[in-house]
C-alpha cells in the first residue's frame, strides 16, 4: 500500500468491538461472493507462497497461482509484461476480460487490486528488514478480485458493458520509505501499454481494491477519489444494510487533524494513475488507523496521530498476517461491489 495523507492511530481491536462491528452490520451480508473461498485465495498468496515483493520469485508464482485460477473460471488469462528499466525487473501485470456488449470497441469497467508485498529486506535501516507476507495489503483484495470474476462471469444476465479483471504488480515503493519516483510501477506501465492499444479511452470507470479482509472491516472516504463512484459505493453500503461500516473515515476530528497540520484529505495509489489518464477511478480501502506508532512517526516527525479504539495497526509491520483477517469481511467487500454493479454500469454507459 503506497502513502497517503489519511492517516491515524489505535488500539488493538478486541473481540466484543469485533461483536459490536458485525452486529451493527447485520451480521454477514448476504451475496454472491464465497468470502472462505477468497480466504483461502489469501491463505495460498500469503502463507504457501509467502514474501512478494516486485522482481521477486514469489511474485511470478504469485502471478502463475492468479492465472492458473483464472483458467479455472473458463476465462482467458492475458499476461501484461514489461522491464522496467530502472531495476530491471520484469512487471507481471496480469489482466482477464469478461465480454459484454460490442466486447471489442465498447465501454469497459475495470477492477483492479495490487497482488505484490512490500520489499522488507535489504534495507539500510534494520527496523525495515522483517517478514512481511502482506495478507491483508496485497492478498486481501486480490483474493475478492478472483471471486469477483466468478461471480461475474455466471451473473445472469449478464452485464452489458465488459469488465475487466486486472491484479497489479509492482504497487509497493521499492524504498521502504515512499519514493513517487519507484511505486506504482506496474499501473503506469500498463496504462501506457491501454494507451498505445487504444483501449485507455474505453475504460470509463476504475475500482480499486486495497487493504482488504481485517476482521473490524470498514471502508474509508478518500480526497482522491471520483465522488459519484464513492456516492454508488455509499447507496450500496446501504442495499448490505452496512452503512455503518462505509466512509466514518476520515471524520471530524481526523480532517481538523489535516487542516491543522496543513496536510491535503487524500490516499495515492494506483487510482490516481488511472484518473491522471482520464478515468474516473475510485479507491475501496481500510487504512484510516490502520498505522502503528513507528511508523507514524517515521513519516510524522513533529506531529502525534489523533487516537482511536478498535483497530488494528498492521499496516506495513510483519503483523499484516492472515490470522487478522475473516471469511465475513472478504465477503463484505466483494458483496459491496456485487452491489453497487448496477450502478456502476449506468454510470460507465452515461453519455459524457
Not at 511474485?59 to 499476461?79: C, F, H, N, T, V
Request: charge should be negative; proline fraction near 5%; hydrophobic fraction near 40%.
Amino acid at each position: 500500500m503506497p502513502t497517503a495523507n489519511v492517516r491515524a492511530v489505535g488500539a488493538a481491536r478486541g473481540a466484543a468491538l469485533l461483536l459490536l462491528a458485525l452486529a451493527a452490520c447485520g451480521g454477514p451480508p448476504a451475496g454472491p461472493v464465497n468470502g472462505a473461498a477468497a480466504l483461502e485465495h489469501v491463505r495460498q498468496l500469503s502463507v504457501v507462497i509467502g514474501e512478494r515483493p516486485f522482481g521477486s520469485d514469489g511474485l511470478a508464482k504469485a502471478a502463475d497461482y492468479i492465472s492458473a485460477e483464472i483458467r479455472k473460471l473458463g476465462l482467458d488469462p492475458q499476461r501484461h509484461e514489461v522491464v522496467d528499466e530502472p531495476s530491471g525487473k520484469t512487471i507481471r501485470n496480469v489482466y482477464t476480460q469478461i465480454g459484454g456488449k460490442n466486447a471489442e470497441t465498447g465501454p469497459i469497467l475495470m477492477l483492479g487490486a495490487h497482488y505484490d508485498s512490500k520489499l522488507c529486506s535489504g534495507h539500510a535501516d534494520a527496523a525495515h528488514n522483517f517478514k512481511f507476507v502482506g495478507a491483508i495489503d496485497g492478498g486481501g483484495a486480490p483474493a475478492v478480485l478472483l471471486e469477483l470474476a466468478r461471480v461475474i462471469k455466471a451473473q445472469t444476465p449478464p452485464l452489458e458493458v465488459s469488465v475487466w479483471l486486472y491484479w497489479i504488480d509492482a504497487e509497493e515503493s521499492i524504498d521502504f520509505q515512499w519514493n513517487s519516483e519507484r511505486a506504482l510501477i506496474g499501473s503506469k506501465a500498463f496504462t501506457k501499454w491501454l494507451g498505445k492499444e487504444k483501449v485507455l479511452p474505453r475504460v470509463k470507470a476504475f475500482v480499486l481494491l486495497d487493504l482488504l479482509g481485517d476482521a473490524n472491516y470498514k471502508v474509508d472516504r478518500d480526497g482522491n477519489s471520483h465522488k459519484e463512484l464513492q456516492e454508488i459505493f455509499a447507496r450500496a453500503g446501504e442495499k448490505l444494510g452496512c452503512s455503518d461500516r462505509m466512509y466514518q473515515f476520515p471524520g471530524a476530528r481526523e480532517l481538523q487533524w489535516y487542516r491543522d497540520n496543513g496536510r491535503p484529505w487524500g490516499i495515492t495509489d494506483d487510482h490516481n494513475v488511472f484518473t491522471d489518464c482520464g478515468v474516473p477511478s475510485v479507491l475501496l480501502i481500510d487504512f484510516e488507523h490502520r498505522i502503528g506508532k513507528q511508523r507514524w512517526q517515521e513519516m510524522n516527525p513533529n506531529s502525534s496521530p489523533p487516537d482511536a479504539e478498535g483497530y488494528a495497526q498492521w499496516w506495513h509491520t510483519a503483523e499484516d498476517t492472515i490470522d487478522r483477517m475473516s471469511a465475513d469481511s472478504l465477503a463484505f467487500a466483494g458483496n459491496l461491489v456485487c452491489a453497487a454493479l448496477p450502478d456502476l454500469q449506468a454510470f460507465v454507459l452515461k453519455k459524457r
